[in-house]
């Protein structure tokens, strides 16, 4: 009987083990995945990794080629719907359709006028966030232009377009919720979105119209649940928009993070926790596969930046403005007089070129074309691409240094990975271009915001800018 019970205790303690090991593995297993998009962990501060769409590894890489002509064409559009928006001119409507009975599914819904908001860009750049109980991980654009963050429910009552993650389903999630039409959060859709919110007649559940100037939207249900930042950085009752109606030009991403200053956009939600600021680095199209760019939400190190005001726009306070004041070219100021920088000028994530008033990029090109044409033959424009050169982006390598400065000696000094553009084959252009019209307005995109890390410290008020080669 010994024997056969010291057998006994012994399989048991083998049995043991195996379940220890196993759940051990399993518990590895599932928390592998948030880890592959986190980059560092600290109590103060969350960093995550940051995508280009065309980069290495990337899981929205479009399914057909992608032109260059059809991003410059859709940036142009993102570009005058920002500018019909500051200028207040409340300009068409989007091509919405919000349900006029307070039904979601309404075959005959009248269109109504929509105030555009900004257009969502070429979305460039992402992250992957988890989101629902368990969660589950979704690649969603970076835009420092919108508020509200949404992203393609289940069961896609009107439309979802293609997307490379499955569908979030709020059905299997333990932890989310509808919020009802006389909830807070609800009374601030139309600063965030420049929407009024409907009310779903049956269930009083408070719907979202997010409108964009390049006629994409996304409408569908104002929502909570718990968002998923890294394996131990959560963020309970996380106020979203579940869309039912998605279309646009929204590539194959999920959704949208809005990272503006508005109640409703993901910082201000974990500002109460990790600090009213972030700072990111945009990586490359050539950047490697664990993306090569970050997201960091929290503390910022004043150390290793040079800072500039962060300014307002009274008419669009959720936006970031800031002061240029001087452009260089291989050192030698452009010779305009103070007086002519003195525009308003807006730090997007979502503008892939960056805009000059004409008369400030004509003197940017004459100076840029007196120093390049000395080595490199003049080619044709390309779209909104006036001053493009003979060669490939590998070949044309003595390119005149070109600083941007700003209010208080900070600066973004450019080469030629940020200044040049390789529009065709054999064909480089300078990555700027003159506002359209008579408008008076500057705009940073984020091609000349590639590999700088910049901070946007809303606390106190003012942006940093830091080269690092997204280190």
């Not at 009310?199 to 968002?227: M, P």
């Not at 930042?229 to 590539?251: A, I, R, V």
Request: aromatic share 8%.
């Amino acid at each position: 009987m010994e024997s056969i019970s010291c057998k006994s205790l012994e399989a048991m303690m083998g049995l043991l083990w195996f379940m220890v090991c196993y759940l051990s593995l399993a518990s590895s297993s599932s928390q592998a995945k948030p880890k592959a998009y986190v980059q560092s962990i600290n109590q103060s501060s969350i960093h995550l990794n940051m995508y280009h769409v065309h980069g290495h590894g990337s899981s929205l890489t479009p399914n057909s080629s992608s032109l260059l002509s059809d991003v410059l064409l859709h940036d142009e559009e993102h570009v005058k719907a920002l500018i019909d928006r500051l200028a207040n001119k409340g300009l068409g409507s989007g091509s919405a359709k919000p349900p006029k009975s307070g039904h979601l599914l309404e075959p005959n819904s009248a269109s109504i006028p929509l105030n555009p908001g900004l257009s969502v860009g070429s979305g460039n750049y992402y992250v992957k966030l988890g989101l629902g109980s368990p969660p589950k991980y979704y690649a969603m654009i970076l835009d420092t232009g919108s508020s509200l963050s949404w992203l393609q429910c289940q069961p896609c009552i009107v439309y979802c377009h293609a997307q490379a993650d499955p569908l979030y389903d709020p059905s299997v999630s333990k932890t989310y919720k509808k919020l009802s039409c006389a909830s807070v959060e609800c009374s601030r859709l139309k600063a965030a979105t420049l929407n009024n919110p409907l009310c779903e007649k049956d269930s009083n559940a408070c719907l979202y119209t997010a409108s964009y100037g390049d006629t994409s939207f996304s409408i569908g249900y104002l929502s909570q649940d718990l968002l998923t930042l890294t394996s131990s950085q959560t963020l309970p009752q996380f106020t979203y928009g579940c869309g039912q109606d998605n279309q646009g030009l929204f590539g194959r991403a999920a959704g949208i993070i809005g990272l503006a200053r508005d109640k409703l956009s993901m910082l201000a939600q974990l500002a109460t926790k990790y600090g009213h600021a972030f700072s990111y680095c945009l990586p490359t199209a050539n950047s490697g596969s664990s993306g090569g760019g970050f997201l960091s939400i929290g503390s910022i190190s004043p150390t290793s930046y040079k800072f500039t005001p962060m300014l307002t726009d009274s008419k669009n306070p959720s936006l970031y403005f800031l002061r240029l004041t001087a452009i260089t070219v291989s050192g030698r100021p452009l010779g305009l007089a103070a007086a002519m920088y003195r525009v308003p000028t807006l730090i997007d994530s979502g503008t892939v070129i960056t805009r000059l008033p004409m008369s400030m990029y004509a003197a940017l090109r004459q100076a840029f074309v007196k120093i390049m044409s000395t080595k490199y033959a003049k080619a044709p424009a390309f779209s909104i691409l006036d001053t493009c050169f003979k060669g490939s982006l590998k070949s044309i390598s003595a390119v005149p240094e070109i600083k941007m400065i700003f209010q208080g000696g900070a600066d973004l000094t450019l080469r030629a990975p940020s200044i040049l553009i390789e529009a065709d084959k054999g064909i480089t252009c300078l990555a700027f271009a003159g506002s359209s019209g008579t408008n008076q307005m500057a705009i940073i995109g984020n091609r000349q915001q590639q590999t700088y890390n910049i901070a946007y410290d809303v606390s106190t008020s003012r942006i940093g800018f830091a080269p690092g080669s997204c280190h």
